[in-house]
């Protein structure tokens, strides 16, 4: 194998070794701090593996594979599996390898209170998490990414349920879990028809207009659940539920992006459908906009973060819609950085008071200087404040969605005002201010939980610098430039913040403006997660019922029936049966009779 | 020993079952040790058949044939094709992973363990015989134990009854362990009835020389004879299999049969009712198949939807498992209606890779029964916290049965999905796909409900863990699971040749007439 290929294999696998080790051997696990320590160490190995890729994929060579027969059926291949380097890959694979990291690194000191044996199974996740991610984000096939796709979806199912025992917790791990099992659905669906169509599952195929855009409307589907785009967004928020450095990785930076990824690998599939572009434009700042509209009424840190999550993969969704796969990936890419960031910081700010509460915060800046200037950098990231990366990201998509439609670029011109205003409400409710009575004895976090901060702070800040070899690495030449769109969207971040600075940045309040109060009542009903509900519990266990009911007294009662009528038969029967012998004698003589009849008239 | 491989591993088990039926019945662990020995015998020589089968050559290898009655064609034939391999190791380890959950029992154990091996060297007969009658007397041999199985160690549980049926349900006393065991033996016993009078249609019209499997494929057959023998092979085995509308028997045997008892039944005797119909029905009968294969197809698909759907709605941890089998052999006949070479390979591992997970399944539904004495969902939860084991293991068998990548589940049915669509059947994979989908629903509500949630509640104080045997039939259930699922070429490529073999058959419409009469 060529050292690039070697590179991602370590990538790969340095994860499933710690996973496996972890799963057979279970007293590292029970002890817990092994299992820590060989986790964030096979981690390690596959950050520096990753970017020891990434750094070879810069000289520009052409991609390179290895792959292995997986299936084999009536004598010809039916699907690989293997490693693919090249630009997109390597870029990926970095920005998963070092948030897991960085993620890894916070939870020893964030779940530190965790029984050792739960804090084992903990890491036994991440690992398992960071293999699946990599199979995904390395696959040289749809159906290798498909696995991975799963893999990963399991994994949050298994860390949203994390604290299994809290009720709220299994449900929410649950949901998510169906959610986007259901979504998933599409992408089985679009791997099959684009098998029947291409006769393979590579991503380069040519097929017929209306077969694209069956094939990429599937895909898409998924991608809707996967990265949590209206109307599927609904699992996102309460997975929440999960520990914080947890949505950090998967909820945020790195597993909910792989929608965004699916649609980067298979864009030679979605420029073949000019309609599927059209409805994730629309779709993408749509859900930018609507998210951001819930994440103003949240009280919950968390939950503000995962409205903007949502919204922020909308932004990426619809510059992919408008045929920018360059700015969507790269708005994936700072983003992760940003939103992990942020989340970290919550986590850190959450870990110090007990509280999810922004109202329970307050002041934090003062007791948490490192923490609060972490999560003010992310914000003003987040809300594309000139000079942070976010800002670049945020161009390159406007930019391409400018071109594609004016309604959507509206949109997303309204959510940067809004993205602005939220986290400005957050910021300064939470770390400015008086201190509340739960913040009075904040502290900041031991080492572990501070390095990640400033490191994903120092790449939320400078990570702009990048713009141009990640866009090279991907095939496309991008300098910067200021837009006339890009700018009006960051007059309208400035209003956002100011806003909020007028609203909360001057005394204790927290709540919502009463300006966005049908906001709140539209979030409290939350009407697409009422629909759910009542089509699970009024349609779907209702209809289950009824057959299980059919089978058990319909179709079984007929097979009951055949044999309570043959035993009934037998009763009946067997009076013929008296023991007499002239009975018999007489049965016998009519027999007789009858048979000489028979033959006589024949 | 090489050449007799074949019968080391029908023999191992009977020869086994003999010698714990001389065993005194107070030498406890010596019957488990002799069962477990001649489950260990049979498990590693499946495991060498596999690893020596000859891919490349495919075909019928190890051929051993012993006449009985030459002048009726009957003889003692084995021979080992591409599915016998994986069948085999199927059969070997559920059987071993069986006597390993079955060590703590309490009642009668001489007599339990001896019906148990001669039920499995009844099934390892079935997957080997290269004769019709044999073929038959061996399926019969693994169907007629259950009876007692089910009726001496089983469990009986209050189904209880709703509805304006209620009166006469509880008149068939549903739910007891002798209702249950007389359904699914009366309701075999018809289907064997209705395969039996194929076999002699078969034989006749073929000559009447020969019980052979190899001449009978070469025979043949009328369309019209064979339009109406197909429908008795396909109901008959596939009662076994839990074809709708004859699937009743499996919820309530599987209910009330031990563990071991359950895991042998879902796990590998449903296996021998698809595993009749495609080897009989489908290869034998070319035309007959090409005629009633939408009807086998629908049939299939509804089995995946209806059985996933009744499963969601049941509280009877035992029960949920029942419909679940019904649902994913559902899968086996969607393969194999589809005749093409995916469908056949996904079929055939599908029935693995359900053998597999179900017997995991049922050894966990076994330890959980055993510790809480309930088997209702409801009043369960928080399990996690004191079986964890049990908790994972569960888990897994879950994520295969819904059909996660990485494990065996997604293998059979992406591949069963994919020959559907190549054929253009996009109703039949869709219920499958919306099968699989709801599998994920029940089943994770299922684990959510038993394992998560507070700790378990006062009336389970005596919960444990799995302990020293029981991890055995866990552990190696589990890595199965995971291992055929990572690299199903373990088997994959055995099951390829076999189906290359007997497609081409199924496939075959004008095969030559060699022997006289037949037109």
């Known amino acids: 194998m060529t050292p690039p290929l070697t590179y991602a294999a370590v990538a790969v696998f340095a994860p499933v070794a710690a996973a496996l080790v972890l799963a057979v051997l279970y007293p590292l696990r029970k002890k817990g701090m092994p299992a820590a320590v060989l986790t964030i160490a096979s981690s390690s190995a596959a950050f520096v593996s990753a970017v020891l890729l990434f750094i070879d994929r810069l000289q520009g060579a052409p991609p390179e594979l290895a792959t292995v027969p997986w299936i084999q059926s009536g004598s010809k291949v039916l699907a690989d599996v293997g490693l693919r380097v090249d630009g997109a890959s390597a870029s990926m694979l970095v920005v998963v390898t070092l948030v897991a990291l960085m993620v890894q690194v916070f939870s020893l000191g964030y779940m530190h209170d965790e029984e050792p044996p739960a804090f084992g199974r903990y890491f036994a996740y991440h690992a398992l998490f960071l293999f699946s991610m990599n199979v995904l984000v390395i696959a040289p096939n749809l159906l290798q990414l498909f696995a991975g796709w799963e893999l990963v979806g399991v994994t949050s199912y298994l860390l949203i349920g994390f604290y299994f025992k809290k009720p709220s917790a299994a449900r929410a791990a649950v949901k998510a879990f169906w959610v986007t099992k259901f979504a998933d659905m599409g992408l089985l669906f679009g791997l099959l028809v684009l098998y029947v169509a291409s006769g393979s599952f590579g991503w380069d195929a040519h097929l017929e207009p209306a077969t694209a855009t069956l094939v990429t409307l599937l895909f898409f589907f998924a991608v809707v659940g996967k990265s949590a785009q209206f109307p599927l967004h609904v699992w996102l928020p309460d997975a929440m539920e999960g520990p914080t450095p947890v949505s950090a990785l998967l909820h945020a930076a790195t597993m909910v992006a792989a929608g965004v990824y699916l649609v980067v690998r298979a864009n030679p599939l979605f420029e073949q459908s000019e309609f599927t572009r059209t409805v994730m434009l629309y779709l993408g700042a749509g859900t930018a906009l609507f998210a951001a509209l819930l994440a103003l009424v949240q009280t919950d840190i968390k939950k503000v973060l995962a409205y903007s999550t949502c919204s922020q993969l909308g932004y990426m969704v619809s510059a992919l819609g408008a045929g920018s796969m360059v700015g969507g990936f790269w708005h994936l890419t700072t983003h992760a950085f940003f939103k992990a960031l942020l989340f970290l910081a919550a986590g850190s700010a959450i870990h110090a008071v007990h509280s999810n509460e922004i109202g329970d915060m307050g002041g934090l800046l003062k007791k948490m200087p490192l923490t609060g200037g972490a999560f003010i950098i992310g914000s003003l990231a987040l809300a594309g404040f000139p000079g942070f990366s976010g800002f670049f990201s945020k161009d390159m998509v406007l930019e391409a969605v400018e071109h594609a439609g004016k309604v959507p670029f509206a949109l997303l011109v309204a959510t940067a005002f809004l993205t602005a205003f939220y986290m400005g409400r957050v910021v300064f409710v939470a770390f400015f201010g008086a201190p509340s009575a739960r913040a009075a004895h904040a502290h900041e976090p031991p080492w572990s939980m501070r390095l990640p901060l400033v490191v994903l702070a120092t790449l939320s800040v400078f990570g702009g610098a990048f713009t141009t070899p990640f866009a090279a690495l991907q095939g496309e030449e991008v300098h910067f430039h200021l837009t006339g769109g890009a700018a009006l969207a960051s007059l309208f971040g400035f209003a956002g913040i100011g806003l909020a600075f007028f609203t909360y940045g001057r005394g204790p309040r927290h709540e919502a403006p009463g300006a966005v109060a049908f906001v709140e009542r539209m979030s409290n009903s939350h009407a697409v997660n009422r629909f759910y509900e009542v089509l699970f519990h009024r349609v779907a266990l209702v209809v289950s019922d009824a057959l299980a009911w059919t089978d058990r007294y319909i179709v079984d009662g007929l097979i009951n029936a055949v044999g309570y009528g043959a035993l009934e038969a037998g009763r009946r029967a067997r009076p013929l049966q008296t023991g007499l012998v002239p009975d018999y004698v007489l049965a016998a003589v009519i027999g007789v009779l009858g048979l000489a009849f028979w033959s006589a008239s024949s | ?519």
Not at chain 2, 75 to 82: E, I, R
Not at chain 2, 106 to 113: G, L, N, Q, S, V
Not at chain 2, 206 to 223: I, M, N, V, W
């Open chain 2, 1 to 519: 020993m090489n050449e007799h491989l074949l019968s080391i591993i029908v023999m191992a088990p009977a020869l086994a079952a003999l010698v714990v039926i001389l065993l005194p019945a107070t030498a406890r662990l010596a019957i488990r040790v002799v069962s477990l020995t001649g489950a260990a015998i049979s498990l590693a020589g499946s495991v060498m058949a596999l690893v020596t089968y000859d891919r490349v050559a495919s075909g019928h290898q190890r051929v051993e044939t012993y006449p009985i009655l030459p002048k009726l064609g009957i003889s003692l034939s084995f021979a080992q094709d591409g599915w016998g391999g994986p069948l085999l190791v199927l059969t070997g380890v559920i059987i071993f992973a069986g006597v390993l959950a079955s060590w703590t029992l309490k009642t009668r154990d001489k007599e339990y363990f001896s019906l148990l091996l001669i039920l499995v060297a009844g099934v390892f007969g079935v997957f080997v015989s290269q004769d019709l009658l044999l073929f038959f007397l061996f399926y019969e041999v693994a169907v007629l134990p259950m009876y007692l199985l089910i009726g001496i160690w089983g469990s009986s549980h209050e189904v209880p009854a709703d509805g304006p049926f209620k009166a006469a349900w509880t008149l068939f006393k549903v739910g007891d362990k002798g209702y249950a065991a007389m359904k699914l033996t009366l309701m075999l016993l018809v289907g064997s009835a209705a395969i039996m009078i194929a076999i002699f249609a078969l034989y006749v019209k073929s000559g009447a020389t020969s019980f052979d499997l190899e001449h009978l494929a070469q025979t043949k057959y009328d369309r019209s004879l064979q339009i109406w023998v197909f429908p008795l092979v396909w109901l008959g085995f596939g009662t076994l299999s839990g074809v709708f509308p004859f699937h009743t028997w499996s919820p309530d045997g599987h209910a009330s049969a031990p563990t071991a008892v359950s895991m042998l039944h879902a796990g590998v005797l449903m296996k021998l009712g698809a595993f009749g119909v495609m080897r009989i029905g489908m290869v034998l009968m070319p035309e007959g198949t090409q005629f009633w294969v939408p009807v086998v197809g629908a049939v299939a698909a509804l089995n995946v939807l209806y059985g996933a759907m009744c499963a969601m709605s049941q509280s009877d941890l035992k029960y949920i498992v029942a419909y679940s089998s019904v649902s994913h052999m559902g899968i086996v006949m969607l393969g194999a209606a589809t005749l093409t070479p995916e469908g056949w390979n996904g079929a055939v591992f599908q029935m693995v890779a359900h053998g597999v997970m179900t017997g995991l399944f049922f050894a966990l539904v076994g330890i959980v029964y055993d510790r809480s004495h309930t088997r209702s969902v409801p009043q369960m939860g928080g399990f996690a916290t004191v079986m964890p084991g049990v908790a994972a293991f569960f888990t897994l068998a879950c994520l295969s049965s819904l059909g996660l990548p990485g494990t065996a589940g997604f293998v059979s049915e992406f591949v069963v999905f994919l020959g559907a669509f190549s054929k253009g059947h996009y109703v039949w994979a869709t219920a499958g796909i919306l099968g699989a989908f709801v599998t994920a629903i029940y089943v994770l509500r299922a684990t959510r409900a038993i394992f998560w949630g507070e700790g378990p509640n006062r009336d389970f104080h005596e919960l444990t863990d799995a302990r020293t045997t029981e991890w055995g039939a866990l552990v190696i259930l589990g890595t199965g699971l995971v291992i055929l699922g990572m690299w199903p070429r373990v088997i994959f490529d055995h099951i390829d040749a076999g189906s290359a073999l007997y497609l081409a058959k199924a496939l075959a419409s004008n095969t030559v007439a060699i022997f006289g009469g037949v037109q």
